[in-house]
């Protein structure tokens, strides 16, 4: 940024019709975590478009040493949105099944699956509902109870596009408080006047 030129870094295969792109900075401000779509030979050529995943890019390196992140269990499509936590520590991936057609759940009994937030909307044209509800239930019985699985469903919105702003808001702020309590972050419960 002090220099004003553009870098020579290029992440190839970041944007398509299934999902668009997300990108969050590390802490260190020297490279980004991102999601992208499989390359020629990471997946059948039918499956090029689909399975997104999360990577991470130093800046100054080629985008082939790129490290794979998380994202090999992810629904085929999935659109994925990333957030970094404030001090820069962490890095959410927010993870929905955007696949209207096809539902594959690929959840194993016993698995030490982490703590999980499934979010949906009752009047999304997309994905059906029923799909998250379905998934909450299938983590729960996999895990016996000894993982934490949500499920935060609204009423009055839809597939991100169309939803009022204070719904939106209001998920953002449910899904940053999961984090966080996940993360054991104490959050004042009001604020101090001055």
């Known amino acids: ?33 991102y999601t992208r779509y499989p390359r020629p030979g990471e997946r059948p050529e039918a499956d090029l478009d689909f399975y997104v995943q999360v990577y991470h890019h130093r800046l100054g390196t080629p985008e082939t040493s790129d490290r794979y992140e998380i994202g090999k269990d992810f629904p085929r499509i999935a659109e994925i949105e990333l957030r970094r936590s404030p001090d820069g520590k962490y890095v959410l991936a927010n993870v929905q099944n955007g696949d209207s057609g096809r539902f594959e759940q690929h959840v194993k009994d016993g698995t030490a699956y982490p703590p999980v937030l499934l979010t949906t909307g ?5 994905v059906d509902p ?15 109870g000894r993982t934490l699985v949500l499920l935060r469903s609204s009423a009055t919105s839809g597939h991100g596009i169309g939803t009022a702003l204070d719904e939106r808001i209001a998920l953002e702020a449910d899904v940053w408080a999961f984090l966080l309590s996940q993360l054991g972050v104490k959050v004042p419960t009001s604020l101090p006047r001055t």
């Open 1 to 33: 940024m002090e220099s004003g030129q553009p870098l020579p870094d290029v992440v190839h295969r970041v944007n398509y019709g299934t999902a668009g792109g997300s990108l969050a900075w590390d802490g260190t401000g020297e490279g980004f975590y």
């Open 122 to 126: 009752a009047n999304d044209p997309r």
């Open 130 to 144: 029923m799909q998250s509800r379905k998934m909450a239930a299938r983590l729960q019985a996999a895990t016996a």
